[in-house]
């Protein structure tokens, strides 16, 4: 059965520590991506990649880290220096090509207590 | 750079009412749009896409949206709701290439009976 993981579907953290949300998918898409989203705003992208070992900064990268170290993963890291990392994180892949269309995962809750 | 609105927050239709939700994007060229739906705690669905040719789209679940670009519109349509339609609903715009989505602030959706 084809389709994005995330796990795991909540998460809890103290203030300060570092945590990695997990991107699996089995699609053999190349290109995945990082959404963030809060109340009200819509979804924010954190970081995409469209190859393996490449990735780029989206609109709110600050104190985010990502990985491409195989095509069918794509790991988030909420570091100590995101200021307010209590959100819902989306995570979608996409087959390269201009008309191909972005397929999102179940999404992992993060509270930061 | 691009952007979408959905100027309604929040929309109450009766069951078995039409429904239409709005949508204006501003892009420089011919847009790739989008709309998707979400329930609450889960990730997005894609309903519909438009990249070119015939300005009317169909979808799943029934619903339809129609591209103007002289008003930069893309507003979703519905004939007749059902319960099952509650949810948010985003609006999404993508450039030539659509590696990155714009996504609107998104339209929550309730249906009474």
């Known amino acids: 059965d084809g389709g994005i993981t995330q796990s795991p579907k909540y998460l809890f953290r103290k203030e300060g520590q570092n945590v990695t949300l997990s991107c699996e998918q089995n699609l053999n898409h190349d290109a995945m991506y990082w959404y963030r989203q809060d109340p009200g705003q819509g979804l924010r992208l954190i970081y995409y990649?469209?190859?393996?070992?490449?990735?780029q900064k989206g609109d709110i990268a600050e104190g985010y880290s990502v990985s491409r170290e195989k095509k069918e993963s794509f790991p988030l890291t909420v570091t100590s220096a995101q200021k307010n990392p209590t959100a819902f994180y989306l995570c979608?892949?996409?087959?390269?090509?201009?008309?191909?269309?972005?397929?999102f995962g179940p999404g992992t809750r993060l509270t930061v207590l | 750079a691009q952007s979408v609105t959905q100027p309604d927050i929040h929309i109450t239709v009766s069951e078995g009412a039409s429904l239409e939700l709005r949508c204006n994007y501003s892009?420089?060229?011919?847009?790739?749009l989008f709309w998707y739906v979400q329930s609450p705690g889960q990730g997005l669905q894609l309903l519909l896409k438009y990249f070119s040719g015939d300005t009317l789209v169909q979808g799943i679940k029934g619903f339809e949206a129609e591209f103007k670009r002289s008003q930069s519109s893309f507003n979703l349509r519905k004939p007749s709701v059902h319960w099952s339609d509650a949810a948010e609903y985003f609006c999404a715009v993508g450039a030539g290439g659509n590696e990155k989505l714009t996504f609107g602030t998104g339209t929550r959706l309730t249906i009474i009976p």
């Open positions: 990649s469209q190859i393996v070992n490449d990735f």
């Open positions: 892009y420089g060229a011919t847009p790739y």
């Open positions: 979608a892949s996409r087959r390269q090509g201009g008309t191909d269309t972005q397929y």
